[in-house]
C-alpha cells in the first residue's frame, strides 16, 4: 500500500516541469482576458475561475496520483510563483508590463463608458461595486479604479470647504428655526403656572 503511495509513474523532471508550464500559460491567460477574471464580479467569473483549477489538474500532476507526485506539484508551483514574484520585483519595469494598467472606470462622478466596455463590466456591476463601499449613487464617487490586480479603488467626493461651510450654515439655522418653533409653542400655552 505504501508503495503505490509514493511511488511515482512519472519522472521528477516532468513532475516539476508540468506545474512550471501550466503556471505560466495561466498567468499569461489571466492578464490576456484582463483584470475581470481577477475582479470576480458575477457568479460567471467566479464559476471560471473555480473551474480551472479542475481543468488543469491532470495537465498538471498527470496521471499520477502518487503523493508523491502531489508534494512535487505542490512544491514546483510554489516555488515557480516565488521565483517570478523574486525576478519581478528585481524588475519594476517588465512587472508593470506583465501586470498592466489601472482603468479608471468614475471621474469625478461620470462613469467612463469606454471604460466600462473595455473591462466588459455593466454600469450595474459597477454600481454593485460602490454599494459595497457604502456609496448610493455614481455621482458620490471621486474615483473609482479597477486595478491590475482585479481590485477596485473607490474614492469619494469629498465636500469642498465652501460646501462645509455652506452646510455648517444650514445646520445652524435648523436648530434655530426648531428653538424659536418650541419658544413659539410655549407662549402660545399661556404663562409657567
Not at 479603488?153 to 444650514?170: I, N, Q, R
Amino acid at each position: 500500500m505504501l508503495d503505490s503511495m509514493f511511488q511515482m509513474p512519472l519522472p521528477w523532471m516532468e513532475k516539476i516541469l508540468r506545474p512550471v508550464i501550466v503556471y505560466l500559460f495561466l498567468v499569461l491567460f489571466l492578464r490576456l482576458f484582463g483584470k475581470r477574471e481577477l475582479a470576480q464580479l458575477n457568479p460567471f467569473d467566479l464559476v471560471v475561475l473555480l473551474s480551472l483549477s479542475n481543468t488543469v489538474q491532470n495537465a498538471i500532476i498527470g496521471n499520477d496520483n502518487s503523493v508523491t507526485g502531489g508534494v512535487i506539484g505542490a512544491f514546483s508551483l510554489l516555488a515557480i510563483n516565488w521565483m517570478l514574484t523574486r525576478v519581478l520585483f528585481k524588475m519594476p519595469k517588465v512587472d508593470a508590463a506583465l501586470e498592466g494598467t489601472k482603468t479608471v472606470l468614475i471621474h469625478h462622478g461620470v462613469v467612463d463608458a469606454a471604460a466600462l466596455q473595455k473591462e466588459t463590466m455593466s454600469e450595474r456591476e459597477l454600481l454593485s461595486v460602490i454599494h459595497k463601499q457604502g456609496l448610493n449613487d455614481f455621482s458620490e464617487v471621486e474615483t473609482c479604479v479597477l486595478e491590475p490586480n482585479g481590485s477596485f479603488y473607490v474614492e469619494s467626493m469629498k465636500p469642498t470647504p465652501e460646501e462645509m461651510h455652506l452646510g455648517a450654515l444650514k445646520e445652524a439655522v435648523e436648530v434655530l428655526t426648531r428653538e424659536v418653533r418650541e419658544m413659539r409653542v410655549q407662549l402660545a400655552s399661556g404663562p409657567a403656572q
